[in-house]
Each structure stands twice: as structure tokens, then as C-alpha cells.
T-cell receptor, first 112, second 112 residues
Framework: QKEVEQDPGPLSVPEGAIVSLNCTYSNSAFQYFMWYRQYSRKGPELLMYTYSSGNKEDGRFTAQVDKSSKYISLFIRDSQPSDSATYLCAMSDPNTGNQFYFGTGTSLTVIP | NAGVTQTPKFQVLKTGQSMTLQCAQDMNHEYMSWYRQDPGMGLRLIHYSVGAGITDQGEVPNGYNVSRSTTEDFPLRLLSAAPSQTSVYFC???????????FGPGTRLTVT
């Protein structure tokens, strides 16, 4: 079983839609939860992070962590064509150093 | 700041050849890491380093060597290339024990 599971999609939505991206994980020791955005043929860039449980909002993006269910989500409101990219979740256990475990990524296309 | 730079951008090798992928960062980050990204597999950690002179193995270290003689540079060596090493390789860096990794643009490697 993989440490982190993520539905690869692809996901296609009309402009302005609310997008929900999700990951599940198996290691209850994970404390840092991150979302990266990766445009085609580019390196990933950090979008948001949360520590432990709870919600975090940044503009049109909201990250949620439910540690009891081992489930994290990223919501994108008022989606734009520029949001078209692959979204990767990542997690780490601070007690084991800086090893980050990534999901496989979800490919998102926002249609104008 | 140039951030994280990687060379070359593209490389084709024959089975059995060796080569070094270069990675450099100018942000004075202690932590550096190498990932490979394959379709359906996500980003997998190959090797990482928490500072000059210190390296450790990640999830998929076989067939790769690293060294860290300076804070800035973290080269990845393929000892005897195999077709299974065809992938996109990303280098990343961060301050130790933080969540925000900065990724380079990637090296696309094909082994025939």
C-alpha cells in the first residue's frame, strides 16, 4: 500500500466552478501536509501547507486536513484557466527528518 | 537569486553509460534532495542531504550515488544507466525542518 493515495483524474471543469482535490494517507505520524502545483514541463511549486489538523485559506484556495480520517483536501473557488495544472499533495513526519511523501498528482483542466 | 538550477535539461544515454546530473541552489538551504517523477508513481525520493558532508537514502536509491561537498551543490550520479531509470529528475532544496521545498526545472533523462 502506498503511503499517499491520490486520484490521478483527469478532472475537467468549467471556468468559475469549485474544484475539490483529495488525498488519503496511511501513516498517522504525518504532521505536515502540503499542496504543490505543477505546470506542464515545470517543477512543482508550493501552494499551501497546513500543520496537523484544521483548515487554512489563502485567496481562492482552502486546504483542509482531517487526521482522524487520514484525509486531506484542497478546494479551489472561482476556478480560472490559469489553474489548469497537476496538483500534488505531499506529507511529512517531522520525527523522521525531511522525507516528503507525494501523491501521484491530479491533472486539472479549467475550460474557459 | 537563481533559485534551484539543474543541468542538463535533457539527456539521452545508452544502457551502461554513466553520467552526473547537476543541481545547485543559491539560497543557502541546508536541505537538498533528488526525486524522480514517473507517470502513475508521483515523485519518489532518491537521496537527500541535511547539510554538507551528510547524505542519506530515500525511497528508491538503488543505481544512484550522491555527495554533498558544499552547501550549494548536490550532484546525482547514475553509475550504470538502465532503461528503468528513464524518468524526469527533480532537485529540491529547503531550510532544514521546514515544509517549503523549492524545486528545480527538472532533467528529462531517456535511457535506451
Amino acid at each position: 500500500q502506498k503511503e499517499v493515495e491520490q486520484d490521478p483524474g483527469p478532472l475537467s471543469v468549467p471556468e468559475g466552478a469549485i474544484v475539490s482535490l483529495n488525498c488519503t494517507y496511511s501513516n498517522s505520524a504525518f504532521q505536515y501536509f502540503m499542496w504543490y502545483r505543477q505546470y506542464s514541463r515545470k517543477g512543482p511549486e508550493l501552494l499551501m501547507y497546513t500543520y496537523s489538523s484544521g483548515n487554512k485559506e489563502d485567496g481562492r484556495f482552502t486546504a483542509q486536513v482531517d487526521k482522524s480520517s487520514k484525509y486531506i483536501s484542497l478546494f479551489i473557488r472561482d476556478s480560472q484557466p490559469s489553474d489548469s495544472a497537476t496538483y500534488l499533495c505531499a506529507m511529512s513526519d517531522p520525527n523522521t527528518g525531511n522525507q516528503f511523501y507525494f501523491g501521484t498528482g491530479t491533472s486539472l483542466t479549467v475550460i474557459p | 537569486n537563481a533559485g534551484v538550477t539543474q543541468t542538463p535539461k535533457f539527456q539521452v544515454l545508452k544502457t551502461g553509460q554513466s553520467m552526473t546530473l547537476q543541481c545547485a541552489q543559491d539560497m543557502n538551504h541546508e536541505y537538498m534532495s533528488w526525486y524522480r517523477q514517473d507517470p502513475g508513481m508521483g515523485l519518489r525520493l532518491i537521496h537527500y542531504s541535511v547539510g554538507a558532508g551528510i547524505t542519506d537514502q530515500g525511497e528508491v536509491p538503488n543505481g544512484y550515488n550522491v555527495s554533498r561537498s558544499t552547501t550549494e551543490d548536490f550532484p546525482l550520479r547514475l553509475l550504470s544507466a538502465a532503461p528503468s531509470q528513464t524518468s524526469v529528475y527533480f532537485c529540491a532544496s529547503s531550510y532544514t525542518e521546514t515544509y517549503e521545498q523549492y524545486f528545480g526545472p527538472g532533467t528529462r533523462l531517456t535511457v535506451t
